[in-house]
Structure formats: structure tokens, C-alpha cells
């Protein structure tokens, strides 16, 4: 697994790690061929989680330039974290400024693939470091092709055609309660993301490989079966996705963009210190509609 590609001048080194990989010696505020696109496209596919060191250069503009390459952009529903003059970047922060939160601070404190309560979810996320905490504030990502592989047969067979319902309110007022990371959502904001169903086994629309598609952040149950049956095989699905060793554990570094494939892989956000600060400006690829 993994390739250097040298004849572009920067490298693709897979991690030794169930999924992930890093790029190195590639400035991405520089431009970028297309050549060498398709080279980063294929790592991308290769690694799940491509980590991007060094990126010190990068503005948002560039941030927003380079993700569009992979496509349309999503808008996050919470406009209120939304960067100024940029809402293609939803800050993710627990920075507060002169009384004002300047992002969400309790982004992804549960396992979640990015929008998956949206009928077309995202396709991958661009998420770049601002500022880092000292201690923690680790992301952690499973690989969803080997959770869909290894699961036992007769759960295979249990999940087979099925759909789930996702939902983003889903964990939002547990989460308002655990912190005052959120505000209410207003009217508006909750017309925008009312829930979706989509396959319980979703196939890759680049690399054909079948991958679970539920998280225990928004997959609410499962439409056909009763509550406790669907509870009770959401609750083994999330566990089994989430095996040691299927992860891998991001430990930032500055100046690291991280780029996820949302399609094979959920994350979760760990946390760190409250009077740590830590800012990230995240973009989301828009993915196709799930099959
Ligand atoms: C997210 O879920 O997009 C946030 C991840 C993080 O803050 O590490």
C-alpha cells in the first residue's frame, strides 16, 4: 500500500495503521497540476485519511480553492461558526473572543461520518489546523471497509438491504447539555436538516468496495425493524466500527491539513483541556447520494 511519487515532487507514505497516510513536501498554497492532482486523488483513495504536513501557507481562500476540486461545497447548517467572508469554512473552535464563540467548540465528540443526515453526504472533509492545544485534542478515525469486512456473517445477513435513518438533532440537545458549545437550533436551521435514510452498507462510488455506513453521532434506527431490534443491532454495529484495530489516531501537528474520505471512514474529536485553545477551519465535500 502507498507509492512515492516523485516525478511531482512530493511523497505518499501510508502509515502502519489500518488507514491513513501523509503527504510530505507538497505546499498545497502552491499551484498544482493537474497530473499531480490525480496522483493526491489516488492517495487519497489509498490512505482515507490523507495528512498534508506543513501547510503554514495556506489561506482560507486557498483552503476553499484546493477543495473544490473535489467538488461542490457544503454549507454547515450552524452559520453562526460560519469564517467571516467564508461560509464554505465552518470553524471548529472553543475559542472565545470578546464574549463571542468564534466556532463550534464540541465538534464531533461522537463518532460521525461528516453530514451524513444530508440525502447527498459528504464526499470527504478538509479540515486545517489553526491553532493546537499542548495536550490532546487527537482525532480519531475507523476504517469503515474493514468494519463492513469483518462483520459476522449473520449480522451480514441482518443488515443486508437495509436503510437507517439519520439524523443531525439526533445527540444536539445531549450535547448543548454537556456544554454551552451550541445555541438552539432556530426554526430555519432545523428545516435544513430533517432526517434522511440511506443504506445500512453503502458501496464506494470510486473504488466499488463495500463499507458500513452508520454512526452512533446521527444513524437513529433502522426503518423496518422494531425499536428494540434496531437498537439493540445499531449498538453492535457502533461497537464493532469502532475496534482498536480498525483506527487510527490522529495526533496533530502545525500547520497538518487533514483530508478524510467520509464515504469508508467515521471520526471522533477527543477533546482537550478547556483553557487549551484549539481552532480548525473545516470544508465538506459534497459525495453522491448513497447506494
Ligand atoms: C469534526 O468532526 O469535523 C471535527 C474534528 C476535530 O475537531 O478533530
Redesign the pocket.
Known sequence: MGALQPEFGFAYRHFDAPLGGEIINLDLSAPLSDAAFDALRKSFLDAQVLVFRNQFNLTPQQHIAFSRRFGELQIHVLKEFHLSGHPEI?V?SNVVENGRKIG?GD???YW?S?LSYKEEPSLG?L?HAQELPATE???IFANMYLAYETLPDPIKQRIEGRRAVHSYTLKYDDLRARSNARNALTPEQLAQVAPVSHPIVRVHPETGRKALFVSEGFAARIEGLPEGESDELLKFLFAHSTRPEFLYR?K?QPGDL?FWDNRATI????GCPPDQR?T?Y?T?VKGDKPV
Not at 471520526?267 to 477527543?270: F, P, R
Request: charged share 20%.
Open positions: 465552518l471548529v463550534l465538534a464531533g465528540r460521525h461528516d472533509s479540515l485534542g487527537d482525532t490522529h496533530w487533514l471520526h471522533l474529536a477527543v484549539r480548525l473545516r465538506t
